[in-house]
Every structure is written in C-alpha cells, then in structure tokens.
C-alpha cells in the first residue's frame, strides 16, 4: 500500500484515504502481488504494507480493556473482556516517514467515521510493559518496543448485525524507527471475511527480532545457561522515569532470580546511553542509571557483591538487537 507520500496524506482527509483504498487499482495490484488484504471491518494505514495475516477459528479470546500490571508472576489487565469467535491477526509495516501518533489518529478517525465504540484506549507508560505486551498478551514479540513509543486501542463495532464485533489495535515504534500497526479483529458470530487460501499459504515466517541474547520471562536455570554461553544479556522492558528513578512498570523478577540462581555468579551490570549531549554528561548519566539499578536489585534481596555498575555512555554502539541506544546489559565477570 505504499502509494502516498507524506505531503499527500497530510492534505488528505480520512475520508480520501478510505476511497483510495477502495478504489486505486495500483492498491488492488499491490494486495493481488502479496496475496493478502485489509479486513472489510478496518482498513490499514494506507502507507503501510500487510506483513503476515491469518485466521485462528473458534476461540476463546481475552480482549483487554485496561493497563497491564504484573500480579503474583502473571501479567494481567486492569480489565478485560471474555469472548467467543473467529480472530483474525493482522500485521502491518508502516513507512517511517510517519509516527506511531500519525497512525493512532488515522485509525481513531477511522473509528469515529465507522460509528463504532470506543471501549479502552491507553499511550505511552500509561499502558504498562510493552514486552508484556508483546509477549503476554499478543504473543508477538516483535511488537516489542519502548514503553512511551506505545498506543493500544479497543473498539466494538456498529455494523448493524445480529452479533457485533471487537476490535483491538495496537502501534509501537520500535528502537531503530520501525512503526508496526497489529490489529485483532474478533467476530463472535464467524468470519465473514475469509482469508483466501493462497494468502494462507502465502504467509511469511513469523518475525522475531528479539534475540537470543536478550532476557525473557523464563526460568532462572535457563537464563543463567543463556548468559554463561553468551557471556552477555540485554534486559528488557527497563524504563527510567530519571536517571535515578526507574519506571513502575520496569520487572526486575526474572533478573533477580538469574542473580540468586547461583551463589557463585559475578556480573557487570552495564549502562548504555547515546544522544546529543556531550560524551561527559552521557557517561554521568549512563552511570547513574547502572547505579540505580543495581540498588534496586540489592533492595530486592540480591547480594550487591555480586555486581559492579558501570556506566559506559555512547562508547559500545553495536549490539545485536535493533534496540541499543538505552540497553542494559548483564555481563559475566
């Protein structure tokens, strides 16, 4: 679907947009080359393009309609709602010459235009953990991204039919610039809008960007063997509010049981910083924040002998996530 420019689709009312999507013929040829299309009940960003689409029949679904909080180790909304029927999952790869806010307002227009309700919407850290996100709720990690760069919104339909249905959307602007729109669309009385077989068989391999070497909500033993054989891991879904005051939705619980897994274990706990500042005030900074964090793992009952923070700013700028400028990393001594 990548067929307006930025300029365009400033000038462009929603309205444009739909009928371009309904009607451009090089957007029929675009959708008939990857053999996969919008939903009938929402239509994509239009500079934007479907990256993986499928149907899972039947189901139970849990349509959350609240912030996400971690309770007694499982992640849970604030809200949901229970459902039963076909959902159909939807990807989409937006051009970066937009932002995630761009596409937010496109599709809450899009919303207000279809005469559907509004049921939850959140932005930012006000929606909780992006990797809970991601990896709890979607099952897709790579939606995972930086909390403030996150929009979730939750609608239900207006279709007139017997049985409506719900729709949640949810954006994210990943570390290096990648906008991705994922859409789940439930509808509690069957599909009427089938996926075509060839688009089945069409689907690309599921996309994960996160590497091995990055930590998961797994059990300790496996992430010390992960960490012993890499030597090195990068923590996830660690915000700071400051330097020296770390998000509420930061879960240091997997990496406090890696830390007490085993008595031995030594690491380095390492701070990565890049921005415009000078490189002094980046290695300040950047110190601060291994030093705050390692007071939040002592205060959790690890042993502050087993980590020295460090702070090293701007200076190790490769690693092989697609997310480096902010990492923390572990690093065996």
């Not at 570390?175 to 439930?186: D, F, H, Q, S």
């Not at 300790?220 to 923590?235: A, F, H, Q």
Request: glycine share 6%; net charge negative.
């Amino acid at each position: 679907m990548k067929f307006l420019n930025y300029s365009i689709c400033k000038r462009l009312s929603l309205a444009a947009w739909l009928t371009l999507l309904a009607t451009s013929s090089f957007a029929q040829v675009e959708f008939s080359t990857a053999s996969l299309s919008d939903h009938s009940l929402i239509a994509g960003f239009p500079d934007s393009e479907i990256i993986s689409r499928e149907l899972e029949q039947d189901i139970s679904h849990r349509l959350v309609l609240g912030s996400l909080q971690r309770s007694r180790g499982e992640v849970v909304p604030e809200n949901f709602q229970r459902l039963r029927g076909d959902v159909s999952r939807i990807t989409y790869d937006v051009s970066q010459e937009f932002t995630g806010e761009n596409v937010n307002q496109y599709y809450r227009e899009q919303m207000q235009s279809r005469g559907y309700s509004e049921l939850f919407s959140c932005s930012g850290r006000a929606c909780g953990s992006s990797n809970f996100w991601a990896n709890d709720v979607f099952s897709n990690r790579s939606l995972y991204g930086p909390e403030r760069n996150q929009f979730y919104l939750a609608m239900k339909t207006n279709t007139g039919l017997e049985t409506e249905s719900y729709i949640a959307l949810y954006i994210i602007t990943k570390g290096n610039r990648k906008i991705y729109a994922y859409l789940e669309i439930i509808e509690l009385g069957g599909t009427r809008d089938p996926i075509p077989e060839r688009a089945i068989e069409a689907l690309p391999e599921p996309i994960i960007e996160i590497p091995a070497d990055t930590v998961e909500i797994v059990g300790s033993t496996g992430l010390l063997d992960l960490l012993r054989e890499k030597r090195s891991i990068i923590l996830p879904a660690l915000e700071f509010d400051s330097d020296t005051q770390l998000s509420d939705a930061a879960d240091l619980s997997s990496t406090v049981a890696l830390l007490n897994a085993d008595s031995s274990i030594r690491v380095y706990l390492v701070a990565h910083l890049q921005g415009t500042q000078s490189l002094e005030v980046l290695l300040r900074r950047s110190a601060l924040r291994a030093a705050t964090l390692r007071e939040s793992l002592i205060s959790l009952g690890v042993d502050g002998g087993k980590i020295i923070a460090q702070g090293i700013g701007p200076l190790a700028p490769a690693c092989e996530t697609d997310y480096c400028a902010e990492r923390i990393e572990l690093v065996l001594q």
